[in-house]
């Protein structure tokens, strides 16, 4: 069965510092992988997508994400933290039938 | 073009009632999801549309839950009788093309039941 596992249920950054969100998934054929978002008080945002092709994605408030097949992760990564970023991140794996398959959530603090 | 809505935003009753939630996906979309998150829980896939026709409601955790799509436009989740359990936030979905495909979130509700 498929599976992501988001190690971090907590993570806390100064702004401006550089930050790494890990990602884990088990899914036995070529996944297709997703980064969300959540801020307080709304709904779902898409940050980025891999789908094929090449491994570093580049999304949206200047997050990327690269897949490594050998490694079975997508970590999102951003170089410098805006207080705006505080939020809850979900990575997801697509899986048969285009169904999502979550990760439990990475909750980011951004300190000043 | 405006997003998956959904309603209401959210809804709080007593255990033994009967609760409808309400989700109008992006215009075009013929896919169409649901999604729940528990408390302290991993989003959970519910069910999957494609136009009016059910293609995977693995998800569904008992009858207590029925999924339509009427003219496959948008889609309500009726919840009857409401339990304790079934509290948590309720999101729907939709994406334009076959799989694989972005799906696009609405803003979700949060159901307390009581």
């Known amino acids: 069965a498929q599976s992501v596992t988001q190690p971090d249920i907590h993570i806390t950054v100064s702004e401006g510092a550089s930050l790494e969100l890990r990602c884990n998934y088990s899914?036995?054929?070529?996944?297709?992988l997703f980064w969300y978002v959540q801020s307080p008080g709304q709904g779902l945002q898409l940050l980025l997508k891999y789908f094929s092709g090449d491994t570093l994605v580049q999304g949206i408030k200047g997050f990327e994400a690269e897949f490594k097949r050998s490694q079975s992760s997508f970590n999102l990564r951003k170089p410098s933290v805006h207080w705006s970023d505080a939020a809850e991140y979900f990575c997801?794996?697509?899986?048969?039938?285009?169904?999502?398959?979550f990760g439990a959530g990475t909750i980011l603090r951004v300190k000043s | 073009e405006a997003g998956v809505t959904q309603f209401p935003s959210h809804s709080v009753i007593e255990k033994g009632q009967t609760v409808t939630l309400r989700c109008d996906p992006i215009s075009g979309h013929d896919n169409l999801y649901w999604y729940r998150r528990v408390m302290g829980k991993e989003i959970k896939f519910l069910l999957h549309?494609?136009?009016?026709?059910?293609?995977?409601e693995s998800g569904m955790p008992n009858n207590r839950f029925l999924a339509e799509r009427t003219g496959g436009t948008y889609s309500t989740l009726k919840v009857q009788p409401a339990e304790l359990e079934d509290s948590g936030v309720y999101f729907c979905?939709?994406?334009?093309?076959?799989?694989?495909?972005?799906?696009?979130f609405g803003p979700g509700t949060r159901l307390t039941v009581l």
């Open positions: 997801a794996v697509g899986a048969w039938g285009n169904k999502l398959v």
């Open positions: 979905a939709s994406s334009q093309r076959t799989p694989p495909d972005t799906q696009y």
């Open positions: 899914y036995g054929a070529t996944p297709y």
């Open positions: 549309f494609v136009k009016e026709s059910k293609q995977d």
